[in-house]
T-cell receptor, first 119, second 112 residues
Framework: AQTVTQSQPEMSVQEAETVTLSCTYD???????LFWYKQPPSRQMILVIRQEAYKQQNATENRFSVNFQKAAKSFSLKISDSQLGDAAMYFC????????????????FGQGTILTVHP | DTGVSQDPRHKITKRGQNVTFRCDPI?????LYWYRQTLGQGPEFLTY????????KSRLLSDRFSAERPKGSFSTLEIQRTEQGDSAMYLC??????????FGPGTRLTVT
């Protein structure tokens, strides 16, 4: 079974600075997707960024970028120019890309990292 | 479209009672997922539907839990004989095939 581990329960950053959130995962599959989701307090979860495992190029979405190291099974999120609105719980998640795979369709989440942004 | 909606947003019930939650997905989405999230943890997969067919169920989904998606539109999740350990946020998400999953606001269940 696939597992996702976020080893940083809490992180903090000063406004306008850069912060990196860590994620490692374990899988025997070669084809999969990785995601970072943001869950603001009392608000619904939204997708921040997505990475396909077959792509070597790291995904980027405006101020958000990832460092995907497939061999190391590492998938970190970098937030540049942090803003107060970035404060939230961030979840790393895995999804199989193989039809019939054990987690096909469903997301497997890590434990989450609470990000605090200081003004 | 207003996104995924869930009803109720909060539910307080006494141990042993039955509860039912509803999820309305984004209208054109054929897949619907249920997850459970306990405080300070990541969501855990419970079950998912493609149209009206329930294609996968987690071992977390005990016999007291049942989910339906009649006509492939809205879905209900029922918990019978609730226990204190059932207290959690129940999240629903929908997607078109393997596309992005859009989450609803969740139903927070408290079992007293």
């Amino acid at each position: 079974a696939q597992t996702v581990t976020q080893s940083q329960p809490e992180m903090s950053v000063q406004e306008a600075e850069t912060v990196t959130l860590s994620c490692t995962y374990d899988t025997s599959e070669s084809d999969y997707y990785l995601f970072w989701y943001k869950q603001p307090p009392s608000r619904q979860m939204i997708l921040v960024i997505r990475q396909e495992a077959y792509k070597q190029q790291n995904a980027t979405e405006n101020r958000f970028s990832v460092n995907f190291q497939k061999a190391a099974k590492s998938f970190s999120l970098k937030i540049s120019d942090s803003q107060l609105g970035d404060a939230a719980m961030y979840f790393c998640a895995y999804r199989s890309a193989n039809a019939g795979g054990t987690s096909y369709g469903k997301l497997t989440f890590g434990q989450g990292t609470i990000l605090t942004v200081h003004p | 479209d207003t996104g995924v909606s869930q009803d109720p947003r909060h539910k307080i019930t006494k141990r042993g009672q039955n509860v039912t939650f509803r999820c309305d997905p984004i209208s054109e989405h054929n897949r619907l997922y249920w997850y459970r999230q306990t405080l300070g943890q990541g969501p855990e997969f419970l079950t998912y539907f493609q149209n009206e067919a329930q294609l996968e169920k987690s071992r977390l989904l005990s016999d007291r839990f049942s989910a339906e998606r009649p006509k492939g539109s809205f879905s209900t999740l029922e918990i019978q004989r609730t226990e204190q350990g059932d207290s959690a946020m129940y999240l629903c998400a929908s997607s078109w095939d393997r596309g992005e999953q859009y989450f609803g606001p969740g139903t927070r269940l408290t079992v007293t």
